[in-house]
């Protein structure tokens, strides 16, 4: 069973920045796919940034002026760093990790952030 735990979040002002974390109980460099998704209250799930296995990150919407996902292979981490924060961007962030054959997802259990206008 794979373990995906969050950690970083809590209340910044706008204009701040964060660095989220997400460990893993397995080696990050086996999963074909890693990467941060978030939910706003009483909205969808949105995918933030993906990694591949390669190391190629993508981004959706204009998000990759703001936001950057890393990872630390050798500490089987996932990071997220976010600068100026809106507070649009209040939301709990979720890390995920995915395996393309057989199909797996696996998440974190999210982390709060709360951005203060």
Known sequence: QVQLVESGGGVVQAGGS????CASSRRIASFNFVGWY??????????VARMTDGGRADY????????????????NIIYLNIKDLK???????????????????????????TVSS
């Open 87 to 113: 507070p649009e961007d209040t939301a709990v962030y979720y890390c995920y990790a995915a395996d393309v054959t057989p199909r797996r997802n696996f998440w974190g259990q999210g982390t709060q952030v």
């Open 38 to 47: 978030r939910q706003a209250a009483g909205e969808e799930r949105e995918m």
């Open 18 to 21: 964060l660095r989220l974390s």
């Open 60 to 75: 959706t919407d204009n998000k990759e002026g703001r936001f950057a996902i890393s990872k630390d292979n050798g500490r």
